[in-house]
T-cell receptor
Framework: EPEVTQTPSHQVTQMGQEVILRCVPISNHLYFYWYRQILGQKVEFLVSFYNNEISEKSEIFDDQFSVERPDGSNFTLKIRSTKLEDSAMYFC?????????FGPGTRLTVL | QQPVQSPQAVILREGEDAVINCSSSKALYSVHWYRQKHGEAPVFLMILLKGGEQKGHEKISASFNEKKQQSSLYLTASQLSYSGTYFCGTETRGSTLGRLYFGRGTQLTVWP
């Protein structure tokens, strides 16, 4: 069983709307990652988050994206103004000793 | 910095073997292998941290040639449950540790 849960499992939104995707760790982890996967394509790194701060972000992670850990527990990815091309699976991952384990994902559909 | 996987797809009969390769143009710190079934999250299989390292997980094993910046995943006596898309993820030297670059995946289909 993954040690993170993600909500919602599926989000449908209209283009231009804001969405917030949530990752809830079950155990205490310090390192988190967000990845996305457009249908049928490879997994792409978005951002890494360590000790409540962004560690690194990719070229995809532009000003429309933000990450927070508002209450020290939940870990959120916000997309301010969604575009059609944001439709994808979004995975939260946490760092084990060296490995990364993926959460079940949120399917985002932008209409 | 994206690694290159080959082949793109493999079709096997149950019990046959397969090899999936992952190569990078960058010096590698580690190689991570995942399997993903349709509609599900990638599932971690194994990580290789040192050149020359080999690991096994049931009938799935992998090797890491640090000098050639390559890793191979070996599936022996394949089972129906092995079907899925296999991704390698690489940590490259000079990049932030933990940032994984994924290949495009190898789709493995095992038939009875």
């Amino acid at each position: 069983e993954p040690e993170v849960t993600q909500t919602p499992s599926h989000q449908v939104t209209q283009m231009g709307q804001e969405v917030i995707l949530r990752c809830v760790p079950i155990s205490n982890h310090l390192y988190f990652y967000w990845y996305r996967q457009i249908l049928g394509q490879k997994v792409e790194f978005l951002v890494s988050f360590y000790n409540n701060e962004i560690s690194e972000k990719s070229e995809i992670f532009d000003d429309q994206f933000s990450v927070e850990r508002p209450d020290g527990s939940n870990f959120t990815l916000k997309i301010r103004s969604t575009k059609l091309e944001d439709s994808a699976m979004y995975f939260c991952a946490y760092q084990g000793y060296n490995e990364q384990f993926f959460g079940p994902g949120t399917r985002l559909t932008v209409l | 910095q994206q690694p290159v996987q080959s082949p793109q797809a493999v079709i096997l009969r149950e019990g046959e073997d397969a090899v999936i390769n992952c190569s990078s143009s960058k010096a590698l710190y580690s190689v991570h292998w995942y399997r993903q079934k349709h509609g599900e999250a990638p599932v971690f299989l194994m990580i290789l941290l040192k050149g020359g390292e080999q690991k096994g997980h049931e009938k799935i094993s992998a090797s890491f040639n640090e000098k050639k910046q390559q890793s191979s995943l070996y599936l022996t006596a394949s089972q129906l449950s092995y079907s899925g898309t296999y991704f390698c993820g690489t940590e490259t030297r000079g990049s932030t540790l933990g940032r994984l670059y994924f290949g495009r995946g190898t789709q493995l289909t095992v038939w009875p």
